[in-house]
């Protein structure tokens, strides 16, 4: 999970957010950046690359918070042009549909899914970009894989918190 704090309307303090997050999951988006040739198959799976909080590098999907009083579709383009860049231009469609829901617990070994911070819950969903992907914020790269090398032990041993098997879902349910 992605952790982005703002004094802006919708963002909690981080004294207000530590306690939510003691209290309350918390809803997130992950989300696996896809490029899709004219048949709409996919040929290439993005993945970022960031430092984790604990100082090591990591390869991340996008993610991020869900906004109080925010729709899940703004969320998804928020969180993508927070990471990949104003000019990535998402298709996210009018009524995204989940392919699958994570749920992170902060007690290891409860899900496939681990965030020492939280109880989150978050929707995951396949989106296609179409345009220029520049990292942001705290992304330091993105690297486009094909799906077979996404596959790959190693690429997925660098995602962190369970997100490989989020990512290893996507690929089956696109049937890639």
Request: with cysteine.
């Amino acid at each position: 999970m992605t952790e982005v704090t703002n004094s802006d309307a919708g963002w909690l303090s981080r004294e207000e957010m530590d306690s939510a997050r003691e209290r309350l999951p918390i809803l997130y988006v992950d989300a696996v950046p896809v490029r899709v040739d004219d048949h709409g198959v996919v040929t290439a799976v993005g993945l970022l690359l960031r430092i984790g909080g604990d100082g090591q590098v990591k390869r991340a999907l996008v993610s991020g918070r869900v906004l109080y009083h925010e729709r899940v579709r703004s969320a998804l383009l928020r969180n993508l042009e927070k990471d990949l860049g104003p000019l990535a231009l998402p298709r996210v469609p009018a009524a995204p549909q989940p392919f699958t829901i994570a749920e992170y617990f902060p007690t290891p070994g409860v899900t496939p899914f681990h965030d020492p911070r939280q109880h989150a819950v978050s929707l995951a969903y396949v989106v296609p970009v179409e345009g220029d992907c520049a990292p942001q914020q705290d992304a330091l790269e993105l690297t486009w894989f094909s799906p077979d090398d996404a596959r790959r032990p190693e690429v997925l041993a660098e995602l962190a918190n369970g997100q490989g098997t989020l990512l290893l879902q996507a690929l089956a349910h696109l049937g890639v």
